[in-house]
């Protein structure tokens, strides 16, 4: 194809190669495999150039979409990956975990013919290629005056990383304090590795220290030191992105019964402890050989698909609504349900039974209808009278949600708080009730996507630039 | 990583270890602890704090051996590191002037009882101390207890040192005879916690006893620590460790201490096969029969 003629609209997208279902539910490989080169160029070469393109509005972090698939195009992988970090500094991390379906590709001109531009898959290509030629793009060497500013972030998860390298990019000097021993967050400890390889996401935190990034390991805000203490040892500006922070339980008897686990604990045994290589790892897990997890949302399938991988013969997900409202991205549900986990749908746990030794041994459910829309417009589940039974499992795992983790607000002085408990922060550029304090994620937010927490994190940059430009 | 500036072993079974962590001895506060992974392979694990120094930028710990990781941590030399060290966690003891506190400890929680003695005594309150242990193989820091308290009293298993066998005897006997106590620390064994708790109910004399669940990542993330305090659930790590001994639920949480028994079996095994010569070694240098 030259590049000079329009090419005909094609409505085929090319798919991404799997790991087959029976094979891939016995082992922790990325489950997609990602476009040979040849499959990239035929799906790039979809691409129409439209006049006015949709797919850019419907991305968080305002990608150059048909810029970077045009250099692709035209054969100019160097000049794809630099138009795509100037706007994301994570894009094998986005190309892989973001819900493209209601961003970029559900705003794409193609969807509208059912087709759009596979804009996730591309993004994960460009990255994955630059990881393979490293030497290729040069990166800008700095350039930029250093500010002499200095900016605290708060955790590095996705919104702390892009927060972090958007402020080292404009000159800033930024240290980011992570709890936990390495640096990723919810990257690392609750994305499992068949769907994001840590390999990846170490990469984009090497690429972030690149920049001039410092990562302090190991330190939780709000006990080794104060919000209020980095402000007065030397720091101009702190931005909050500590994440979610506390799972949340049924609230059902028997809830504490060893065996039940939250999908925080059985995520982060599984993916940071490397539960799944015990005994060479020292962490164990536990997962017997019927699993039920509650919830259906993408934390519920990650859970799922884990247990599945850890050895359990059947997996349940128990989910009081029916399958038109499941959070999940249809991806997720569909990879889980082909590796042969069971959707127990209009169904809702009463209690948990468990034995002499405090182990748990079976759940009691009772069946589920749905009535007239409540507030999130989905219709509300009602209990059916008279239909409990007992299902026998090993191993439970709520998949509820969470809440904000009490550290940080309650060390805060002045920090003022939703009556959910998240960080009452402007939407638009993520400042607080303190001065010099952002915030962005899950924190502000409640428990949402990584690329809405790098939206986030990106205008909370933008702002905290501004400010300090403005504060001399 | 975290240097080990100083290593006793203290009795068999316990170790004492200074690490070198600046920032986490600058912000440390008695009833505090920190979270340990001593390599790269390593689980994360609880010990509480029995000291730090501020000057020289270290802090104390103090624990028994008592599987993979706590032996991998007993195994390493002065001048070795630990991989990860996180602190200061969870909620510091409510230290206030009530008079006369009674302050029992056994084992590991003889460790954090000496900074809580010294908050307590900053704060102008007499202390008794009340120091149990299996026989006189097993005692030890008998005398900096001694020097920190108004009083102390020993308490041994064989039943050696005076007639009680169990610290909640002495307690039961100490109150039952009309001795004024204002509150009382339990830090130790769990079965000890809870025994304390049990004679000091019908007196009514609120009992503070330390919690040591299974933990994970010791920050309120996982719930792996969920205890149950007055029919509540709590998270040991963010909500405690510290709780009312009388509101403990304490058969949950020796049943959840206990979840994990064949595994932890399993992985110190594996680490006794693995590590022979080196324990031939280090049984060597101690000059002691063995550490194990």
Known sequence: MTMTEKPKLNLNRVPIPKQAPEERRANFSEVALGYTDEMAMEEAGRCIDCKKPGCKDGCPVNIDIPGFIKAMQEGDMPEAVRILKSKNSLPGICGRVCPQETQCELTCNLARKDAPIAIGRLERYVADWEIAHPEAVKQGDGGVEPSGRRIAVVGSGPAGLTCAADLAMLGHGVVIFEALHVAGGVLMYGIPEFRLPKAIVQGEVDYVKSLGVEIRLNHVIGKIATVDDLLGEGFDAVFLAPGAGAPMFLDLPGENLSGIYSANEFLTRTNLMKAYLFPQYDTPIQVGKRVAVFGAGNVAMDASRCALRLGAEEVYIIYRRSRTEMPARLEEQENAEEEGVIFKLLTNPSRFIGDERGVIRGVELHDMELGEPDESGRRRPIRKPDSEFVMDIDIAIPALGTRPNPIIPSTTEGLELTKWGTVLTDEGTGTTSKERVWCGGDMATGAATVISAMGAARRAAISIDAWLKNSG | MYRVAKKEVLVPNTVYLRIEAAEIARKAQPGQFVILRVDEVGERFPLSLAGWDKKEGTVDVLFLIMGRSTMKLAALAEGDSILDVVGPLGRPSEIEAYSSVLCVCSTFGVGPTIPLIEALKEKGNKVISVMEAKDEGFLFWEDRLKGLSDETHVVLGDGSRGKHRQASEFVREYLESGNRVDRVFALGRVFMMMECSNVTRPFEVKTIVALTPIMVDGTGMCGCCRVSVG???????????????????????????????????????????????????????SGRSSVV
Do not use: M
């Open chain 2, 231 to 285: 029919g509540g659930t709590k998270f040991t790590c963010v909500d405690g460790p510290e709780f009312d001994g009388h509101a403990v639920d304490w058969e949950l949480l020796i049943k959840r201490k206990r979840a994990y028994l064949r595994e932890e079996a399993q992985a110190f095994d594996l680490w006794h096969i693995e590590n022979l010569r080196r324990l031939a070694e280090l049984s060597e240098l």
